[in-house]
């Protein structure tokens, strides 16, 4: 796993100690022995992952990870800080203060490289949302990252200890909404069916291994984006480590203490709201970038893209496809008439007509102006021709109304139809015969329909 971990400490001899274990499992290792020299470095280049000294002179390595995470340009950048403090009262401080987790010198190797590479893993997918969203930036898509307002968090703990969840519920109620879960298989379909926020797991079960349970949470698509926590027993090192490779998210070792607990849930919370946001956004703006914002339809970039693949299975399966190319007659003259705003009045009505007489299974775009295109799959053209006669009295039945009911304009539509056999796979080709047709509808008076031969 290639990535690049910045190894922050004022001690030239461990900076190198942590440096040639990492370069033995070939990360890209850069160095810096101070906060400040940190600060610049994440602010300059690509990193991974911190590994974060705590007692460092003039800048502590507690107010570096403040400073990284209140920073929009490296929030996202995991931090492990790495102490000899084993006071849990400093691991709720640098959790606070942002830290992804802690390792205890000297340092373990086989943590030390399970929990970089964990930590990758997630900087990884982060990164490529975040990309995502920067690119639907610049295209003009993008509406922006939304505050998250959740007040309540819920947490699901899965724990057949009687004793054990008890006390973990103790520690929880009154500072998260937590439902409990004492049979695994049970935990998982819990876990499946949405609402929460994040998942615990106890390694106390008799005759069930937990990192079964946590795999299969990692499986499924429901819950594989789902922050899964790991409680665990001071001497299930191997346990730990493995956990990280399956994609545990974190673990607190028992005897569990309450702030350290509540820190650690606080800081999977805030990931994962924030990914989710992410996640959002992206979705938010693809959805932008296909859709005609006047008439919630598609728009001609998403026929662009989906019409071939709609036409190469038709083809490959040897099934009729019909296109409708509908045209507003006269639009020019209601918009100077009437005035833009009723214009796009009759834009909206139009789509929502459109919608009303054509199946759920049907592609319907505005293919510009006052241009629409209807993809018909599985659809013999005469089919198509009777479907577009149909609309095309119920454009003309009844006027449309504008300006808020105020006004109502009497409109009618053209339409041009064409099919394609299930031999022939050019979209250019199936959309220019659909615009002959139109055309012809229009040569021949408006208010009908052309179907054109294949």
């Known amino acids: 796993m290639t990535a690049r ?20 499992e070939y990360f890209e290792v850069v160095c810096a022995h101070s906060g400040a020299e940190a600060l610049k470095i994440c602010a300059g280049g690509k990193v991974d992952v911190v590994l974060l000294d705590v ?16 920073n929009a340009a490296t929030q996202h950048i995991p931090v492990v800080m790495v102490t000899t403090l084993g006071e849990t009262s400093d691991r709720v401080r640098g959790l606070e203060a942002g830290a992804d987790d802690f390792l205890s010198k000297p340092v373990d190797d ?64 009154g500072h998260f909404s937590l439902d409990v879960e004492d049979d695994p298989q049970a935990g998982l379909f819990r876990a499946a069916e ?14 069930y291994d937990p990192l079964r349970l946590c795999a299969q ?26 956990a990280l490779e399956l994609g545990v998210n974190d673990y607190i070792v028992r005897p569990v203490d309450q702030q350290e607990l509540q820190a650690r849930l606080r800081t999977q919370l805030r990931r994962k709201r924030y990914n989710d946001r992410l996640r959002s956004s992206v979705s938010q703006s693809f959805r932008m970038a296909v859709t005609d914002p006047l008439t919630g339809l598609h728009n001609r970039r998403y026929l662009d893209t989906h019409l071939p693949k709609l036409l190469a299975r038709a083809v490959a399966r040897r099934r009729p496809l019909s296109v409708m190319m509908a045209d507003i007659d006269l639009f020019k003259a209601i918009n100077d008439r009437w005035g833009h705003p009723s214009g796009d009045d009759v834009l909206r009505e139009f789509a929502d007509r459109l919608r009303q007489n054509i199946r759920g299974i049907d592609l319907i775009c505005r293919f510009g102006g006052e241009e629409f ?37 009497a409109v009618t539509t053209s339409v041009g139809v064409v099919g394609c056999a299930g031999s022939d796979g050019d979209p250019a080709d199936l959309l220019k015969r659909a615009d002959a047709a139109l055309y012809d509808a229009k040569s021949k008076g408006r208010n009908r329909v052309v179907a054109s031969a294949a």
Request: glycine share 4%.
């Open 5 to 24: 971990v910045l190894v922050v400490d004022d001690v030239p001899s461990n900076v190198k100690l942590l440096e040639s274990r990492l370069l033995a």
């Open 217 to 242: 949470l990692r499986a499924l698509d429901r819950t594989r984006l789902l922050p899964v926590m790991l409680v665990v027993d001071q001497d299930e090192g191997p346990m730990i480590a493995r």
């Open 110 to 173: 086989l943590q030390l490289v399970t929990r970089v590479k964990s930590l990758v893993r997630l900087k990884m997918l982060t990164d490529e949302l975040r990309l995502r969203t920067e690119t639907a930036e610049n295209a003009g898509f993008e509406p922006g990252l939304d505050e998250d307002r959740r007040d309540s968090s819920a947490i699901l703990l899965i724990d057949e200890a009687p004793h054990s969840s008890a006390a973990i519920s103790a520690m929880l109620r």
């Open 55 to 70: 007692m460092m002179p003039e800048m502590d390595g507690f107010e570096v990870c403040r400073r990284l995470k209140s």
């Open 373 to 409: 295109v209807v993809v018909m799959p599985d659809t013999e053209r005469d089919v198509a021709e009777m479907v577009a006669e149909r609309l095309r009295v119920a454009i003309a039945s009844e006027p449309f109304t504008v300006d808020g009911g105020k006004n109502a304009i």
């Open 194 to 207: 949405g609402g929460y926020e994040c998942v615990l797991v106890t390694s106390s079960y008799a005759t």
